[in-house]
Nanobody, 123 residues
Framework: QVHLVESGGGLVQSGGSLSLSCAAS????????MAWFRQSPGKQREFVAA????????YYAPSAKGRFTISRDNDKNLVFLKMNELRPEDTAVYCC????????????????WGQGTQVTVSS
């Protein structure tokens, strides 16, 4: 049974920073590609960032590039999303996801999902 639990969300002012964590109870978590997606009310789920199992290859949505950083600690089965220069339009529920194998930007490729953590950015 694969279980993902996100933490670290909250309320922050525009321009501020937040760090999200995703704890993965996956056997051999290091073999999984991991990603962060977000969804705000009335909008479709949106890709944010992904990282391959090695941690050396990452992918970012244009809106996240230069402001967000995805990383992972395979020894501790953790994935992180460091978010800087936050904007009101970053407000959403952020979910981590896992897929066996590579890392992609398509949510349909991910087999396992966490419940999400709310990020709210005030103007």
């Amino acid at each position: 049974q694969v279980h993902l639990v996100e933490s670290g969300g909250g309320l922050v002012q525009s321009g501020g920073s937040l760090s999200l964590s995703c704890a993965a109870s996956i056997r051999r978590a290091g073999s999984y590609g991991m990603a962060w997606f977000r969804q705000s009310p009335g909008k479709q789920r949106e890709f944010v960032a992904a990282i391959r199992w090695s941690g050396f290859t990452t992918y970012y949505a244009p809106s996240a590039k230069g402001r967000f950083t995805i990383s992972r600690d395979n020894d501790k089965n953790l994935v992180f999303l460091k978010m800087n220069e936050l904007r009101p339009e970053d407000t959403a529920v952020y979910c981590c996801a896992a897929q066996d194998g590579g890392a992609t930007m398509d949510s349909r490729d991910y087999e396992y999902w966490g419940q999400g953590t709310q990020v709210t950015v005030s103007s």
